[in-house]
Nanobody
Framework: VQLQASGGGLVPTGGSLRLSCVAS????????VGWFRQRPGKEREFVSA????????YYADSVKGRFTMSRDSAGKTVYLQMNSLKPEDTAVYYC???????????????????WGQGTLVTVSS
């Protein structure tokens, strides 16, 4: 499985972006998908995840109410709609997937099997 993340860019504070993560080789069916980000000098941190069934989504407190994660009906693309962006959202954003994830492990990077290459989001102040 290969994941391709895209949609990053430069936006002003308060702006919006939509990130996409496309799976090739197989669909996301049966796999949980997560978004993580890594800010300069920081460790990779959990942003959002969607469950293996696609029925539940989870968010870090720092993005709750501003970010929305979804999955298309074909199960090949997941999205992260990011609104009301702040300078502290500046980071490289990665998508990841895994078929063994349970709810309690969705925020743990090493529990994911596959990773995309990352897309840079820069929010100017």
């Amino acid at each position: 499985v290969q994941l391709q993340a895209s949609g990053g860019g430069l936006v002003p504070t308060g702006g919006s972006l939509r990130l996409s993560c496309v799976a090739s080789g197989r669909t996301f069916s049966g796999s949980a998908v997560g978004w993580f980000r890594q800010r300069p000098g920081k460790e990779r941190e959990f942003v959002s995840a969607i469950s293996r069934t696609g029925g539940s989504t989870y968010y870090a407190d720092s993005v709750k109410g501003r970010f929305t994660m979804s999955r298309d009906s074909a199960g090949k693309t997941v999205y992260l709609q990011m609104n009301s962006l702040k300078p502290e959202d500046t980071a490289v954003y990665y998508c990841a997937s895994g078929s063994r994830l349970i709810t309690s492990s969705l925020g743990t990077p090493h529990m994911y099997d596959y990773w995309g290459q990352g897309t840079l989001v820069t929010v100017s102040s």
